[in-house]
């Protein structure tokens, strides 16, 4: 008989990929079959295809780490529309790390979504706690705002941007790291979401008091996911900025926020996987 392991945590029912104990090889294929296939295609077909191509990948890898950003904050209640914030930063944070201390893309990437992350998440900081559109309309304004300020004051090259950075070593190794990034952020957030953390974090987004009446922190909580849905922005942001050579006001662009989000709703949201299948839809 097939026999799967149950646990009950805290009187609620979990039922986890990491909980069950496999039986059969037949439950293994099925488990890992729908994991498998986008390793196989992304790493090993996709890069067989002509230069033409591999750039509408690269482009799509992008749109799609958005919208799995976006997905991100979702899950625990944050709807943005300003996605572009978090690539602008991410861009001018390796733009600005490559154009005046020459650091390679090797070091301008963790940096850039690290410290990205950092800087995004003091800035919505103190609107966390602000609840459907109105956090909303804040994640929208504020790319616009950065980019008068850029407009006025000139600082990274004011309009004209930052020109002239480091390219990748070569187009198959900016779509490796493009689609492995990506695989890392789409599998890595479906593990974390299924885990007792991930249980936490859609309970705040589904009865965020009944959560705070059971003595934990919601805001703390919000706090990470908005890091770390803030750190794949800005990553997308900082890849791009590589890939384009240039990091300036154009990726401040709504265009980064309005795909991202249409990508997860086409593809479906809440699964991250959906996001994927979204932007290679649009």
């Avoid at 956090?135 to 304004?141: A, N």
């Avoid at 493009?178 to 952020?185: E, G, K, R, V, W």
Wanted: aromatic fraction near 12%; charge should be positive; proline fraction near 5%.
């Amino acid at each position: 008989m097939k026999k799967r392991k149950e646990r009950i945590d805290r009187g609620i029912k979990v039922r986890s990929e990491d909980i069950f104990a496999l039986t059969s090889y037949r439950e293994m294929i099925y488990l890992l079959a729908p994991r498998a296939l986008p390793v196989v295609g992304l790493l090993l077909f996709v890069p067989l295809f002509s230069p033409y191509w591999r750039e509408i990948f690269i482009s799509t890898a992008i749109y799609a780490l958005l919208a799995i950003s976006w997905d991100v904050l979702v899950s625990v209640g944050l709807i943005s529309l300003g996605q572009s914030f978090f690539y602008g930063v991410g861009s001018y944070v390796a733009g600005a790390l490559n154009h005046y201390w020459g650091l390679p893309p090797v070091l301008t990437l963790p940096v850039a979504t690290i410290g990205g992350a950092a800087i995004c998440t003091i800035a919505l900081l103190p609107v966390l706690r602000l609840r459907g559109i109105y956090f909303s309309m804040v994640t929208l304004v504020l790319p616009l705002m950065i980019l008068r300020l850029v407009e006025a004051t000139r600082i990274f090259g004011g309009t004209e941007g930052l020109t002239g950075l480091s390219p990748f070593p070569g187009q198959l190794t900016e779509m490796y790291i493009a689609n492995a990034c990506l695989l890392i952020a789409l599998f890595g957030f479906r593990r974390l979401l299924d885990s007792d953390y991930g249980l936490i974090v859609r309970g705040i987004n589904d009865n965020d008091r009944a959560v705070m009446n059971a003595g934990l922190n919601i805001h703390w909580y919000k706090t990470q996911i908005l890091f770390l849905g803030a750190a794949v922005g800005c990553f997308a942001g900082a890849f791009g900025t590589h890939h384009d050579m240039f990091a300036g006001m154009p990726g401040f662009a709504l265009d980064y926020s309005i795909m991202p989000i249409a990508a997860a709703i086409v593809g479906g949201t809440g699964t991250f996987a959906g996001s994927v299948l979204g932007a290679f839809i649009l």
